[in-house]
């Protein structure tokens, strides 16, 4: 089928300024297909098809079918053309109509499915910028990009994903939709179905019900034919494993995946090119800032000491933060000191709860999710003096070989609860040993922890000793 793009008459206009009269285009007055256009600026720029494919990255079959009108151009080819062919941005505006277009004829429903933004959110300035790189690779590479957003409970991976989808397409990216899906993950019986999913997905671009297949595969081939072509983003939120995910990922270039996960979700680096984000806890400002755009300035101008310690007291971890500020402002404690002073117990930490939301109810996912043996381990581990922790101090407290003892710290920093110090140790971030500890005095007898403790006590010592008095009296 022959295409124009009266649509986009001035990008048009541009193009065919430098070429009338040649044997490339139509007679003056006539509409010129992109193909034409496109032949016409290889040939004044003395460029065989295979010369140009190799500057826009793709196969000279495709440029060969685009130029003889046997294939609509995609907006990424069109930028591609426009970069290679120094047209400024005029194939791409021409694309563009084009598309525009074709939705409206094949009834394509541009899903815009991402949550709201939060209002006040912060932080995350790295995160971003690595994620931007993504968009570079959208524009640039034959491949999907997918980014995997992963860390332990709490730490704002939605969040994260969600805030730089909506700045991604304030600034005109994914014009053709969003996607976002609720994957149910990590606790075991609750994930998604892949094929559940994709047909979610499918319905979600305007394919009935009756034309989407029962097949897992031919489901999977469907939607990414459905997405060939077009620049959409997938946010592929609360991933259980690589097998989840991996049916779901489009094939052609122009969209984008971002993935998060309580997992590093192993394996899925060997079925497809991803970029890992780990996500932590806040910076100690950005903490006290996030409780300040919950609270407001009034309320934390009026005792930023006490806005200081509840940041330490919630460990930096922006759900406990708010969590914590919404206590506030929902007038279950007047003050910040009042609320400062209660969250000195542990076990007040750990009950922070808001509208359902409850900060151990996310630990306790993370937690159902490890076997019995692991699930020993990281509450021994909670209750044991000293930060650090090694496969000496596991293999200890575990009764197991140290080569035993390095594969069960490898699950648990896996699963991100505990977290990689170096190359042989670990820590436990303050909140999860709170709740370690919390677990091991509601399953362990304390003969047990005793015991543990007992044996641990020489390894502990020597991988934390303690500080020198200078230090002690530098921090005091």
């Known amino acids: 089928m022959t295409v ?44 065989s098809l295979t010369q140009l494919a190799a500057r826009v990255h793709f196969n000279r079959g495709h440029l060969s079918r685009i130029e003889n009108d046997r294939r609509s151009p995609s907006v990424s080819f069109a930028e591609a053309c ?26 394509w429903l541009q899903p815009a499915q991402l949550p709201a ?7 995350r300035r790295d995160h971003f910028a690595h994620l931007d790189g993504l968009l570079q690779c959208h524009e640039q590479s034959l491949a999907v990009p997918v980014a995997v957003v992963n860390g332990p409970p709490g730490v704002g991976k939605t969040a994260l994903a969600v805030q730089w989808a909506h700045r991604a397409v304030s600034d005109g990216h994914f014009a053709d939709g969003q996607l976002f899906v609720d994957l149910q993950g990590p606790e075991p019986g609750t994930a998604a179905a892949p094929s559940h999913i994709l047909a979610d997905l499918i319905r979600a671009v305007g394919v009935p019900a009756d034309r989407i297949p029962a097949d897992l595969d031919q489901r999977a081939a469907t939607f990414r034919s459905c997405l060939h072509g077009r620049e959409v983003l997938l946010v592929l939120d609360n991933a259980a494993d690589a097998q989840q995910i991996h049916p779901l990922l489009p094939g052609s270039r122009g969209c984008a995946v971002v993935v998060t996960s309580r997992s590093r979700l192993p394996g899925l680096m060997s079925l497809v090119d991803t970029v890992t984000l780990p996500v932590t806890e806040l910076r100690r400002p950005e903490a006290a800032a996030l409780i300040r755009a919950v609270i407001g300035d009034a309320r934390a101008d009026a005792d930023p000491a006490a806005v200081a310690a509840l940041a330490e007291h919630c460990g930096h971890l922006p759900l406990a933060l708010a969590l914590a500020a919404e206590r506030i402002v929902s007038r279950q404690h007047p003050s910040a000191d009042l609320l400062a002073t209660e969250l000195r117990s542990e076990c007040a930490r750990l009950d922070l709860a808001e509208g359902g939301v409850r900060l151990r109810t996310a630990f306790d996912t993370s937690y159902r999710t490890l076997d019995e043996q692991s699930a020993r381990v990281f509450r021994l581990l909670g209750r044991l003096p000293g ?60 003969s047990e922890h005793t015991e543990a403790t007992h044996q641990a006590a020489d390894p502990v010592a020597v991988l934390n000793p303690p500080a020198p008095p200078s230090l002690v009296a530098s921090i005091a």
């Open 4 to 47: 124009v793009w009266e649509p986009a008459h001035s990008a048009s206009a541009s193009l065919r300024s430098s070429h009338e009269g040649t044997d490339c285009l139509p007679k003056t007055g006539a509409p010129a297909t992109f193909g034409q256009l496109l032949r016409a600026h290889r040939r004044r720029q003395g460029l």
């Open 82 to 107: 426009d970069r290679a062919l120094s047209t400024g941005n005029n194939f791409t505006a021409i694309a563009s109509a084009l598309e525009a277009a074709a939705r409206h004829q094949q009834g």
């Open 117 to 123: 933004a939060k209002h006040n959110f912060v932080g």
């Open 387 to 446: 930060r650090l922790i090694d496969a000496g101090i596991t293999a200890a407290i575990a009764g197991v070989g140290e080569d035993e003892a390095a594969r069960l710290l490898r699950g648990l920093a896996g699963v991100h609860l505990i977290r990689r110090h170096d190359d042989r140790h670990y820590h436990l971030p303050e909140l999860l040993r709170a709740y370690a500890a919390d677990l091991a005095r509601q399953f362990d007898g304390e």
